[in-house]
């Protein structure tokens, strides 16, 4: 627990000083770098008794996502306020159900749909229930995306979306943030969360609750996103700045919905 502990200090400490550097660099230019102060969505968060809590990522992912998606759990784990570990994936990635209490995350060749990932977040009330990342291999076998940079960058986002976390940014064309939590063009300097990540997690797990959702094991009806389907996806409620829709909508009354947020591949 010691060692864990300094090694986020020492990483979160490194990550820092790179966005200050970052920062200062940016100010020598012409460009201004644009923070996102809050960039929870709604206050959405998984109900927990204590922290830090620990969130598990079901493994659907083939062999060539296996390294990104270690990765990106090594990453968030670093907040003080959550874990994430990797564990057998409880579903089938070319369907990629949601599983109660945790988040499933799976690739597969899902087809020329437009979108590069997806993530849908399950809530009951202002609480996060249930998760699924989807990375569409159709496209990340193209040149464009099949970079280490391309999967690093959307498989961490897609993941901090189910933790509570909107875009820093959604300008792709902005100087990036040298966080996974910003739309950029270049995903080179976007591959990991910055310490900004950290600190809105700290902000949206400040509280405890009275119960939890995290590793629950039934839910009270579980409807489901079908994602080659945008009319399932329910009402449009944000787009970026180049006109895409990024994130729906869908009301199942009762306090229930679920939240589709989508990456566009360019």
């Known amino acids: 627990m010691v060692n864990k502990f300094l090694k986020r200090i020492v990483l979160s400490t490194f990550r820092r000083g790179a966005l200050i550097i970052a920062i200062a660099l940016t100010a020598l230019g ?24 620990t969130l598990k990522l079901g493994d659907n992912v083939s062999s060539i996502w296996d390294a990104h998606l270690g990765i990106a759990s090594s990453d968030w784990s670093l907040s003080i306020v959550l874990d994430t570990s990797v564990v057998v994936g409880g579903t089938n990635p070319k369907n990629c159900r949601p599983v109660a209490g945790r988040v499933e995350v799976c690739n597969n060749k899902y087809g020329n749909n437009g979108w590069l990932g997806i993530a849908s977040i399950w809530a009951s009330g202002t609480h996060i ?71 809105m997690l700290e902000t949206i797990y400040a509280h405890l609750d009275t119960s939890t959702t995290v590793g629950q094991t039934a839910l009270q009806g579980k409807p489901e996103v079908d994602h080659s389907d945008p009319g399932s996806w329910g009402k449009e409620i944000r787009r970026s700045s180049n006109g895409r829709a990024s994130l729906y909508e869908r009301d199942f009354g009762k306090g229930n919905k679920v939240f589709t947020f989508v990456f566009w591949a360019n």
């Open 30 to 53: 012409t460009s201004a770098l644009v923070v996102n102060a809050t960039h929870s969505w709604g206050g959405y968060h998984w109900a927990r008794t204590a922290n830090p809590f």
């Open 129 to 199: 229930t249930q998760g699924t990342v989807k990375m569409n291999d159709t496209y990340f076998n193209t040149a464009t995306y099949n970079t280490p940079a391309w999967r690093n960058l959307v498989v961490c986002q897609e993941i901090g979306h189910t933790l509570g976390l909107d875009h820093q940014d959604e300008n792709f064309y902005n100087v990036p943030l040298g966080t996974c939590m910003d739309y950029s063009s270049d995903p080179t300097p976007n591959q990991h969360p910055n310490q900004h990540d950290y600190d």
